[in-house]
């Protein structure tokens, strides 16, 4: 069998067109293994190729290469051609696929739930010598809609709409169409509509000039194969109403004090008989480090992937056989259900006595089941670090896995034998497993459930990590564990924000083609259509404070351009490192910054560096020593005392780069909030201006925007969901 693939594309002296595709032929998928294809001038490209007569579904995808290396391919949807037996030939002209400008029309939020064509009626299979095939993206069609073609021809129906072709839907939002060319002639006119399936009436026809067919006919026992084409419309506006709850707010009369995932049946059916369109809930991942009110907090979460496990309905993970203990919880039941808001500790205690019955009754049944098999295989990467982290953190008493002795650092095969189910403890470790299946089998049939009823369900996904997160703990590469993750100053906050989350480091993820997060993106499509990105501009830059910073002031943005020397030189500024990086306050503030108390903080927590210059003593020189000398101490003296210690850590005018020594970063709203900058000559404090100002709002508007186009253009594609910023 002869295969004949032509496409159309301009490309610079010294690129080329090659063709990778699923068969041996075409490299199997290995890019280094990719069909370079002739040029044959005008932007024509052309590659043939034999392969045994077979039926075969082919997949295939273009890219360019320049000096042997690639350096650019097409959107992520592939190209896909059934290939016959019965067929001698087919002859592809294909159209190169840019990521189109209605992207969110492809998503799984539109082609699963709002546009969803639950009935993927396949193209019409026609016993033809010369066949020609159409295949055209169409996405903004309704179920009860379809694509339909309409020509000059008789084949093509007379350009009479009544006699129009009807697409096939099988791989919606792309449409398939086959018929017979056998007597077929130029010239070829053609154009595409939509039509409602009940009647065949016209919804509305394609914008602009009829499409010409201006390539060869099919010759006998060939195909010739017209793909890539999109219906021209208008761009649709498109808008919804939505909602956004978190999950433990639903409560209900069936649920345990908390809202959980069998109420979530009951929200989409309250957002169906509404008319919105999409549910989006915050955070639902396990975020257990004590069993207190502490770990109440959604966007903390030990694990990127495990579920939580207070959002599980309990009467779905089955029925108690003890009738005294069934009616133990159906009491509590109501007890929790009856206050008047949720009582997470209690929550949390009463749950786990169930699922460590539940447990103990169905366990062993449940993990020899085929269904809960397949489970564990897909997600055992994830899942056995998880089960080993729940139990090590119970049994050390903390969630911080640097006190965990033998386990501090991880080490897989030290956890694959901790968690081998000849152990002793294996009971303590399966239990995690078992609630990680029922998660699962919850969430799955909530997605089901949306999609039955044309409703998106969009997660949420917090841009940081806890220090002491699973994450942290086997994958530290992919962090800077030795800083923090915040915001800068605002009206709101004129300290700043300290989230307490490490800062990624983006070096070591690109290194690996963003495995990590493709791979949280890849886990959270099993269960949504769309996700919110908090902090989206995390993917730009992030506010990165240093470790011993309680404060955000001292923060810098990560990735950012810092001043050399030279520039700060130019500026006009009379730079003095000593000065401007060393925190230090002058006598004549103390009294401002401490009152009554001001002789006694010099003698006890400040050492004198000149005649009226003071810097912390070493005790005391970072807001991280202050706070742990402080805590506990409440009365006004203490406070008042503290509050001054902290601000002389931030009486910097410059902070020096980690990575690049000799270069500075100006510190964030020293113009306003510091003593240093007062103390400067009048054209000193000019020419920081000037630096200020071109550092925050335009030394890294492109360079940023290049960060974020970097990093999120792999993640976006790695999925079909849709990606929504915050």
Same mark, same amino acid.
């Given at each position: ?14 690129? @080329?067109?090659?063709?990778v ?43 360019i290469?320049?000096n ?8 992520e ?9 019965? /067929? ?14 209605? $992207? ?6 539109f082609t699963?739930?709002?546009?969803a ?7 019409? /299979? ?5 066949t ?24 093509? !129906? ?8 009807? $697409? ?17 002639h130029?010239?070829?006119?053609? /154009?595409?509509l ?6 065949? %009436? ?8 009829? &499409? ?5 006919f099919?010759?006998?026992?060939e195909?010739v ?9 208008? =761009? ?8 956004v ?9 069936e649920?345990? !004090?908390?809202?959980?995932?069998g ?7 309250? #957002? ?7 549910i ?13 009110? #502490? ?22 993970? !089955?029925?108690? &056989? ?11 039941q ?23 019955e539940?447990f ?5 049944k449940?993990?020899? %089941?085929?269904e ?11 899942? @056995? ?18 006190f ?7 080490h ?12 002793a ?10 609630l ?20 998106v369900?969009?997660?949420d ?6 220090n ?5 703990? *086997? ?10 993750a +915040?915001?800068?100053?605002?009206? $709101?906050s ?21 495995s990590?997060?493709?791979k ?9 259509d769309?996700? &919110? ?19 955000g ?23 003095? /490192?000593?000065?401007? *990086? &060393?925190?230090?306050?002058?006598e ?6 401490? +009152? ?12 004198r ?12 020189? @970072? ?65 920081? =201006?000037?630096?200020y +100002? ?7 508007n ?17 999925? +079909?969901m849709?990606?929504?910023?915050e």
């Amino acid at each position: 069998m002869k295969i004949t693939f032509n496409i159309h594309y301009h490309t610079v002296w010294g690129q @080329t067109l090659h063709l990778v595709g699923s068969l041996p032929e075409l490299g199997a998928w290995d890019t280094n293994s990719a069909k370079e294809m002739q040029y044959s001038g005008d932007g024509n490209w052309q590659l043939e190729i034999e392969i045994p007569n077979r039926n075969v579904e082919l997949e295939y995808r273009y890219l360019i290469c320049s000096n042997g290396q690639q350096f650019f391919e097409e959107w992520e949807k592939k190209h896909c051609l059934l290939l016959s037996q019965d /067929k001698q030939s087919f002859v592809t002209w294909d159209v190169w696929q840019n990521r189109p400008h209605n $992207f969110a029309f492809f998503s799984s939020a539109f082609t699963q739930s709002l546009l969803a064509h639950p009935d993927r009626t396949p193209a019409q /299979k026609i016993q033809s010598r010369r066949t020609m095939q159409i295949k055209a993206w169409a996405p903004y069609l309704t179920q009860d809609q379809s694509l339909a073609l309409v020509g000059n021809q008789e084949a093509l !129906g007379n350009w009479d709409a009544d006699k129009a072709l009807v $697409f096939g839907c099988e791989n919606f939002p792309e449409w398939e169409l086959n018929f017979d060319a056998a007597d077929m002639h130029y010239p070829v006119e053609y /154009k595409l509509l939509i039509i409602n399936n009940a009647d065949r %009436s016209v919804v509305r026809w394609e914008k602009g000039e009829n &499409r010409m067919f201006n390539h060869l006919f099919p010759k006998d026992k060939e195909t010739v194969v017209l793909s890539g084409l999109q219906f021209r419309d208008d =761009d649709h506006n498109w808008r919804c109403a939505g909602l956004v709850i978190p999950v433990f707010s639903l409560r209900s009369e069936e649920s345990f !004090g908390i809202g959980d995932f069998g109420d979530l049946h009951k929200i989409v059916d309250w #957002v169906k008989l509404t008319d919105q369109k999409m549910i989006q809930i915050l955070p639902i991942n396990d975020t257990t480090m004590t069993h207190t009110w #502490v770990d109440s907090y959604p966007y903390n979460a030990i694990s990127i992937y495990a579920l939580h496990p207070l959002y599980l309905e309990l009467n779905a993970m !089955g029925t108690l &056989r003890n009738t005294q203990r069934k009616t133990y919880f159906q009491e509590l039941q109501q007890k929790l259900n009856a206050l008047p808001a949720v009582d997470y500790e209690q929550v949390d205690q009463f749950k786990w006595e169930f699922f460590r019955e539940i447990f103990d009754q169905e366990g062993d049944k449940t993990l020899k %089941s085929k269904e809960y098999l397949t489970f564990f295989e897909n997600n055992k990467e994830w899942l @056995t670090p998880y089960a080993a982290y729940s139990y090590l953190r119970d049994k050390n008493g903390t969630p911080d896995f640097h006190f965990w002795k033998n386990y501090s650092v991880y080490h897989k095969e030290k956890i694959d034998q901790l968690c081998s189910p000849e152990t002793a403890h294996y009971k303590e470790i399966a239990i995690y497993y078992f609630l990680q299946f029922h998660l699962h089998k919850q969430l799955t049939k909530v997605r089901d459930y949306c999609y039955a009823n044309g409703v998106v369900l969009k997660g949420d996904i917090p841009i940081g990590i806890s220090n002491v997160s699973i994450e942290a703990w *086997t994958e530290p590469a992919y962090f800077n564990i030795d800083a923090q993750a +915040g915001a800068p100053p605002d009206d $709101f906050s004129i300290k700043g924000q300290n989230w307490g989350f490490p800062t990624y480091n983006w070096d070591a993820m690109e290194a690996d083609q963003y495995s990590w997060w493709k791979k949280r993106f890849r886990k959270m499509s099993d269960y949504f259509d769309a996700y &919110r990105i908090d902090h989206i501009l995390g993917f730009f830059r992030i506010w990165e404070i240093p470790q011993q910073s309680l404060e955000g002031l001292l923060g810098y943005f990560n990735p950012s351009i810092p001043f050399s020397m030279d520039e700060i030189w130019h500026s006009g500024l009379n730079f003095n /490192k000593e000065h401007f *990086t &060393r925190a230090s306050v002058g006598e004549w503030h103390l009294e401002e910054l401490f +009152g009554e108390y001001a002789s006694e903080v010099q003698q006890i927590y400040l050492d004198r560096i000149n005649s009226d210059r003071f810097i912390l003593k070493t005790s005391f020189n @970072t807001q991280r020593k202050i706070s742990v000398y402080f805590e506990g101490k409440d009365d006004p003296k203490s406070q008042r005392i503290k509050a001054g210690l902290m601000a002389i850590c931030n009486e910097v005018l410059f902070i020096e780069d980690k990575e690049q020594p000799n270069h500075y970063h100006p510190r964030i709203s020293a113009a306003v909030y510091s003593f240093i900058y007062k103390e400067l000559s009048y054209n000193d404090q000019r020419a920081f =201006d000037s630096l200020y +100002g071109h550092y925050f709002y335009q030394r890294h508007n492109e360079f940023w925007k290049e960060q974020a186009l970097k990093h999120l253009t792999p993640l976006v594609n790695s999925t +079909g969901m849709l990606a929504c910023g915050e």
